[in-house]
C-alpha cells in the first residue's frame, strides 16, 4: 500500500494522529493559526488526504491541490465545503454523521431548560452575592413541562431532541423537514406541520437544520412575527439561518421571551457583538458536541474515513455531492 501525504489542519487526539503516521507521512497546519497559516498553504500542492474542520475551503484553494483525493471533516455539518468543486475534481467528502447526535440533543434540551428556567442569571444571582431573600415573581422562569417543542430539521439530532421532549417532558412535538419523515415516537406524540403554523404553535423553537442557500437567514422579521408571543428560539445549527438583527428586534420588543444560541455568523463571537452580553440570551461557544467522548467518536470516525479512502475502500460516512 503507497504512503501519501496527508495535512491535518486542526488538532487530533494523539492515537488518531499516529493512526494516520502509521500509514502516510503528516504534516501538521492549522491555517486558522497566523503562524502555520503559510505552512497550510504551501503543503497544499503535495497532498492527497486533508483532515480538520472549522476553516472554509473553496473551489481556489483545491486548485492549489492537485493530487488531493480526499477532505475529511470532523464535524457532521459540511456547510464550510464548496460541495461542487469537490464534485467537478471528483474529490471525496466525508463527515461525521451520528455519533454527535445524542450529545448535540443533550445539548439543545439544556439549553431549552436553562433559558425557560433562567439557569445563567440565577446561577449568577448566587455567585454575586445578591440571593438575599425567598426569589419573588422577578426571578421566577416559566415552565418547559407540557410546553410544545418546535423542531425545524427533523433528521437524527431532531428525533433524538424530539425523544427527549415528548418521552421524558411530556411536550407535544411539532416538527418540519424538507422531506415527508416518520415521527419516530409513538402516535399523536409528534406532528409535521410547515414552517408558519410551527412558528405559530410553538412555545420553544429550535433549530437543527443544515445551512444552504435555502435555509441562509430562514428566521427573519416574517418568521419572528409569526411565532407566538413569549416563544424563545435555540439555534444548534448554523448562525446565518437566523438572521442576527431581526433576532435582537423581535427580544426588544418582547415578542419574544429569549433566546438560546450555540453558533453564530461569525465565531468565535466578536466581542462587540450585540448578542455577546444580551440579557435574555444563552450565548454557547458552539459547544453542541463538545463531550470528551463525543470529540474522540468524531476523530475516530473522520480518521477511519480518511484511511478507508486513501486506501481505496469505501468510507463509513462519505458526503453525497450528486
Ligand atoms: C463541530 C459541528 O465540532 O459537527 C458539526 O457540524 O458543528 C460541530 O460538531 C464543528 O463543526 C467543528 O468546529
Known sequence: ????????????PGPQLARIQAEHDVILADPRREDQREAFFRALGRVQGMIGSSFRL?????DRAPSLRVVSSISVGVDVYPLAALRERGIVLCHTPGVLTESVADLLFGMVLATSRRLCDMANLVRDGRWRQNVGPEEYGW????KTLG??????????????????FGMPVIYHARRPVESGLPPGMARAAGLDALLEA???????????EA?????GPE?????KPGAILINGARGPIVQERALLDALDSGRLRAAGLDVFDVEPLPLDSPLRDHPRILALPHVGSATHETRTAMAVMAVDNLLQVLRGEAPAAAYPLD
Open 1 to 12: 500500500m503507497s504512503r501519501h501525504t496527508v495535512l491535518v489542519y486542526r488538532d487530533l
Open 58 to 62: 473553496d473551489a481556489t484553494l483545491l
Open 143 to 146: 415552565d418547559v413541562h407540557g
Open 151 to 168: 423542531i425545524v430539521g427533523y433528521g437524527r439530532i431532531g428525533q433524538a431532541l424530539a425523544r427527549r421532549a415528548a418521552l421524558g
Open 202 to 212: 410553538a412555545d420553544f423553537v429550535v433549530l437543527v437544520l443544515p445551512l444552504t
Open 215 to 219: 435555509t441562509r437567514g430562514l428566521i
Open 223 to 227: 418568521a419572528f412575527a409569526h411565532m
